[in-house]
């Protein structure tokens, strides 16, 4: 089955620090990857949708400034969180989609990156 | 924005026990999604339902679409402990095909 590898899957920084996670699609290309955070024991929360050469969607109330989504080629997307602070400390997921995507085609998740800011 | 309002939030249980965990939305959905997430792990598809009215089976789970595509619920059989996980309805919808996550369940079952 389709394949979706993040890295890194646990970082921890400094608060005022920039983080780049990323999230690869290995057998498949991603025209669409989405970025959701995720909470202790709560649900996963879409922050954006990214097309690939395009720019990323963002849900509302995500600081696109902040939170900054690179889908240059179909394999590769990036999340960086710039300066970084103790609330951004979360759980971080993507997922991709092949092309040619219908309401039945399925969406790959990657394992997710847990990001500690001291 | 859809949303989709996922009960009971929390649920404890023996091991035998069976369960029912609902999603419901007001918004009509293209399809529904039911995922199991154990944690420090992506979500993993348990199945997809289409068509309202619909019922899928999976070993000891099983799930329904409303007729309206609004709701879903997931019913387990004679629970497993190692059925322990948070279990989450996700309905795709909008024009960028985007998967909106209910809050999750968060399933205990004891031994």
């Known amino acids: 089955g389709a394949v979706v590898s993040q890295h890194p899957s646990r970082v921890i920084c400094k608060s005022g620090t920039s983080v780049k996670i990323e999230c690869r699609s290995l057998?498949?290309?991603?025209?669409?990857m989405f970025w959701y955070r995720q909470f202790p024991k709560q649900s996963l929360m879409l922050m954006a949708t990214?097309?690939?050469?395009?720019?990323?969607?963002?849900e509302q109330g995500v600081e696109k400034d902040k939170f900054l989504i690179n889908h240059a080629s179909l394999t590769l997307s990036t999340l960086t969180v710039t300066s970084a602070h103790p609330e951004d400390s979360s759980f971080y997921i993507c997922?991709?989609?092949?092309?040619?995507?219908?309401?039945?085609?399925?969406?790959?998740f990657g394992n997710g990156t847990r990001l500690t800011v001291t | 924005t859809q949303l989709l309002e996922q009960s009971p939030q929390f649920l404890s249980i023996q091991e035998g026990e069976n369960l029912t965990v609902y999603c419901n939305s007001s918004?009509?959905?293209?399809?529904l999604q039911w995922y199991r997430q154990e944690p420090g792990e992506g979500p993993v598809l348990l199945v997809t339902v289409v068509t309202g009215g619909e019922v899928k089976k999976l070993k000891r789970l099983t799930f329904q679409f409303g007729d309206a595509r609004k709701d879903s619920s997931l019913h387990i059989t004679a629970a497993q402990t190692g059925d322990t996980g948070l279990y989450l309805c996700?309905?795709?919808?909008?024009?960028?095909?985007?998967?909106?996550f209910g809050k999750g369940t968060l399933l205990t079952v004891n031994p």
């Open positions: 918004s009509v959905f293209s399809s």
């Open positions: 997922s991709a989609r092949g092309g040619g995507a219908t309401y039945n085609s399925p969406l790959h």
């Open positions: 990214s097309n690939e050469g395009s720019k990323a969607t963002y």
């Open positions: 057998d498949f290309q991603a025209t669409t």
């Open positions: 996700a309905g795709f919808g909008g024009s960028n095909y985007k998967l909106t």
